[in-house]
């Protein structure tokens, strides 16, 4: 199948089929995974959550609304997929026990160290930073994605920010921080 | 060259967060460009901290995705069901009709509201048709839809008596002089749970000879095959064998309880039947959680050959 804009996937797969689904978590599934990896820090639970995740997708794609963004959309249904996940869960997590994964060996300290600073914030700015960091989102995608207006992205994201800098600095003055 | 009389906003002012996020983010304008290098310059701690910020910023740059497990795909491509939520059978009533109880599901994810639906027509148009060729059939029917969680009602109609071989209508019952077939469902989403319960009070034989009436109903997800609740209850002169038959997988069957109170079914297992005797009022109830928006319960109502369907869906 030719490579089809995300529109197009979107009408073939409303129209059940299945190979353009399958295009769709082709473009999708790494984004949708690595989300859910930063948010819960758990490998298993990530691949659980982007199961999830397609599945909601799969069955709900009538429901969405063309003039949004499908990843948006898609990043929308991670992240609350990923937040109720990590809430179920109920306990907070040291990340001393990260996965390393594929990850470039010369790049390994700075994975740690933002694992590290992200595993201290809350939930929701974790996500916020993932979003606007590692993803690239604009304010407003991710005022959709986390259903905030921007003002509250804006003042969301400085605080994290804030809160990571003083992590990351402290860190790097004592790794063990 | 600096306004002398700019003065720099406080640390914490919207001011000040926008020029800091906008220069960390490369998306400010001339003039916001101006100020924050204004402020910069006027503020050493102002721009040690943008530096420390921005060295933050550059750690992430650093970070690479991790690709996604080789199998991910495949297990992804595995759990979707066979067919979209949308296909549904084509035997359903193309119209709805036009009452039909909605409800906004608050919480649930999506760009509009999930709501209930009810093809609450073709549930009463099966009743009336199973009623009609046979008046000595008895059937009566009450359907509650209900969330358990905020416990709203959305939607409920309830019994009703009409004199054999007359259409139901409206109304979702009927019955005969020689017994009747109640069917409750309570269908929920999300945090609710799915109910169905049949009870069949089945006249004896022997005081209405000649009358053979047998119900069959069906439950499926009519996405997914591998749901498959099977019941089947009537007064042939034989034992009446009612079949439910799940995957445990798939649908959490929660119980199947016998209407004197007797659980008799656990979530463990996929199978249960229950043989009913000629006469015995018999009944069960069973219930199922459906937890995805898109869920559907279909019901087969079958008197011998002929075979109706019915669909409740959840969207």
Same mark, same amino acid.
């Given at each position: 199948m030719a490579e089809l804009s995300d529109p197009e996937l979107v009408i073939r797969c409303r129209k059940g089929d299945r190979g353009a689904f399958e295009m769709l978590v082709d473009r999708y599934q790494t984004p949708v995974y690595n989300a859910a990896l930063r948010i819960l820090h758990d490998p298993l639970e990530a691949e659980d959550v982007s199961q999830c995740v397609f599945l909601k997708v799969y069955e709900n794609l009538d429901s969405f609304d063309s003039k949004y963004k499908l990843f948006s959309w898609i990043y929308r249904i991670a992240v609350n997929e990923s937040l109720n996940a990590r809430k179920s869960r109920r306990r907070y997590e040291p990340l001393d026990d990260i996965p390393s994964g594929d990850r470039a060996s010369g790049r390994q300290d700075d994975e740690d160290v933002i694992d590290r600073a992200l595993g201290r914030l809350s939930p929701e700015d974790r996500a916020v930073v993932i979003l606007k960091h590692l993803d690239g989102f604009s304010y407003n995608d991710i005022g959709f994605i986390m259903d905030w207006p921007n003002a509250k992205v804006k003042s969301r994201l400085y605080a994290a920010r804030q809160h990571l800098k003083e992590i990351v600095l402290a860190q790097q003055v004592n790794p063990r921080a | 060259m600096r306004n002398p009389d700019f003065q720099r906003p406080k640390p914490t002012s919207e001011a000040d967060l926008r020029l800091l996020n906008g220069a960390l983010d490369g998306d400010l304008t001339s003039l916001e460009r101006e100020r924050f290098e204004a402020s910069r310059a006027a503020d050493p701690e102002f721009a040690e901290h943008f530096e420390k910020l921005v060295a933050v910023q550059r750690v992430f740059e650093n970070v690479q995705r991790v690709e996604a497990p080789p199998h991910l795909k495949a297990r992804i491509m595995a759990a &979707? @069901? #066979?067919? &979209?939520? #949308? /296909? &549904?059978?084509? /035997? &359903? @009533?193309d119209e709805l009709p036009d009452e039909l109880p909605e409800r906004a599901i608050p919480g649930s994810v999506g760009t509009r509201p999930a709501v209930i639906r009810l093809r609450r027509r073709s549930l009463l148009d099966l009743i009336a048709a199973a009623v009609q060729p046979r008046p000595a059939f008895a059937l009566a029917a009450a359907l509650v839809v209900g969330l358990v969680g905020g416990g709203a009602l959305v939607g409920a109609f309830q019994g009703g008596r009409v004199d054999p071989g007359a259409s139901v209508g409206a109304v979702g019952a009927a019955r005969s002089a020689t017994g009747e077939i109640i069917a409750e469902e309570t269908l929920t989403v999300g945090k609710t749970v799915v109910n169905v319960a049949v009870t069949a009070n089945q006249p004896d034989p022997a005081d209405n000879p000649g009358t053979s009436p047998t119900l069959s109903a069906t439950s499926t997800r009519t996405f997914d095959v591998t749901f498959r609740n099977e019941e089947t209850a009537g007064t042939t002169g034989s034992p009446v064998q009612l079949v439910i038959v799940t995957d445990p997988a798939v649908i959490r069957l929660v119980s199947f309880e016998a209407l004197d109170g007797a659980v008799a079914f656990s979530a463990e297992a996929g199978r249960f039947s229950l043989d009913l005797e000629p006469g015995q009022t018999g009944g069960y109830s069973f219930s199922f959680g459906a937890n995805q928006l898109g869920s559907a319960v279909e019901v087969l109502l079958r008197e011998d050959e002929q075979v109706e369907r019915r669909l409740i869906e959840a969207w």
């Open positions: - | &979707l @069901p #066979k067919e &979209l939520p #949308k /296909e &549904l059978p084509k /035997e &359903l @009533p």
